[in-house]
């Protein structure tokens, strides 16, 4: 196979995964219908409705123009050959070929983020703010970048820096030292992101509504998970978006509630959302997650390694010579089909558990409130009630609101009729 060859299928992988988004995108575009429909009567007013129509076909369309933008862009980058190019230049200042590869990737991602930075600032400040959902001040927008870049340097260049190292001094058996690295990080992460990480760009504190830290811990008490960890942080320093998660493993263990959460709910729906997210715990959602991510992540270095030695990528790329840079660059769109079928399998593998963890909040607590909490979630978050059924498969990681209400709806049914 020659170089030529392989850009072309660089090229074409690129432009049917595009192709592939793209008709997944139109026809969730054209699953908005204007008229609000009478399953959802009782979740949407009407002009609520319309705003979320407005709202959902607005994002589809800038997501359209960045993805298409994104797409000629990649394409006349590969095709000219500029990032054989870019590693040319790079050698003519820096010898070093750990440091190539650096140097590489630091011009490609501020240049990139650089790109990015008028459609995000669009996003935040044109059209969350016309919906009433940005509450990012221009100096929480730059300090979050601030924040972003040095914490990419640091995480970000030690990853980088150890996989440059080992691929070139363990040769290919460096993909079982590399995974080796990166499932202790992902361990590592799991347990302190929100101790660590969450400080840096949102106040964490525990919580300090009585009656709703009694009421949890109640329940947490119920259904035998010790929990001693519960804080509210403040997401309303951004958005007026409401979100909870679960971070950590043993006692480190922390649920987290969104102020604008708090503030939009009553307790027993707080405590059914918290059921929830306890349900992911006690299904062993979360270390079984964690444990595919990890398996996942060693497959995805063992097929680098037949590939990251190969000059031809690096040809492909327009190089001169063997580049590892390059070479991953290649791998990447190389591997991204299958990347595409991982993701479709894992969103299946995620919606099956969400429905999960519904049915274990509605057995431990009740199924009404959740039912009412996610029904506010989905009005005030302006979500999309009929999203295609293709689009849905692929894409999300969450069930629509309407199946998770059907599905609850069978457990009150169950429980009544006990």
């Known amino acids: ?23 997944l995108a139109y026809l969730n575009y054209r699953s908005l219908k204007d008229d609000l429909p009478e399953k959802l009567a009782g979740i949407y007013d009407a002009d609520k409705y319309r705003k979320s129509i407005a709202y959902n076909r607005e994002n589809a369309r800038f997501g359209f123009l960045t993805s298409i933008l994104s797409f000629i862009l990649i394409v006349i980058l590969i095709a000219t050959g500029f990032f054989g190019t870019l590693d040319g230049w790079v050698r003519t200042f820096v010898d070093n070929e750990i440091l190539v590869s650096l140097v590489f990737f630091g011009i490609l991602f501020i240049a990139s983020d650089i790109l990015n930075t008028p459609f995000s600032l669009y996003d935040t400040f044109v059209i969350e703010e016309k919906y009433g959902f940005n509450k990012t001040t221009p100096r929480t927008y730059i300090f979050d970048k601030l924040k972003g870049y040095l914490l990419a340097i640091i995480i970000g260049g030690i990853l980088i820096t150890a996989l440059l190292m080992l691929i070139k001094f363990m040769g290919q058996p460096f993909w079982v030292y590399f995974w080796i690295i990166i499932a202790a990080f992902s361990v590592f992460m799991n347990i302190f992101y929100t101790t660590l990480i969450v400080p840096l760009f949102n106040k964490l504190q525990p919580l300090d509504n009585n009656e709703l830290k009694t ?36 006692k480190k263990k ?10 939009n709910h009553n307790t027993d729906e707080l405590v059914a959302v918290l059921a ?8 062993k959602h979360v270390i079984l997650g964690l444990i595919s991510s990890i398996i996942q992540t060693g497959v ?31 791998f990447f769109i190389l591997f991204s089909p299958i990347s595409t079928i ?3 399998i894992m969103n299946v593998i995620s919606r099956k558990n969400e429905f999960a963890a519904d049915k274990y909040a509605a057995l431990t607590f009740k199924p009404e409130p959740l039912q009412k909490a996610l029904k ?14 293709w689009h849905v498969f692929v894409n999300y990681s969450h069930p629509p609101l309407l199946s998770r209400l059907d599905a609850l709806e069978i457990h009150r049914s169950a429980g009544d009729n006990k």
């Open 276 to 283: 929830h997210e306890v349900g992911h715990y006690k299904k």
């Open 376 to 389: 506010k979630l989905s009005v005030n978050n302006l979500g999309n009630l009929t999203p295609h059924p």
């Open 215 to 250: 009421a949890i811990l109640d329940y947490s008490k119920g259904v035998n998970f010790p929990l001693d960890n519960v804080f509210m942080i403040d997401g309303s320093k951004r958005s007026t978006k409401a979100n909870a998660y679960f971070s950590g493993l043993g």
């Open 300 to 330: 995805m270095l063992f097929i680098m390694s037949l590939m990251i030695f190969n000059p031809l990528l690096s040809e492909a790329f327009g190089g001169n010579q063997l580049s590892i840079h390059l070479n991953l660059l290649a």
């Open 1 to 23: 196979m020659s170089a030529e060859t392989l850009m072309i299928i660089f090229l074409l992988i690129i432009s049917i995964e595009f192709v592939f988004e793209k008709v």
């Open 342 to 344: 991982t993701g479709i």
């Open 254 to 263: 922390k649920i987290v509630l969104f102020d604008t959460l708090i503030e």
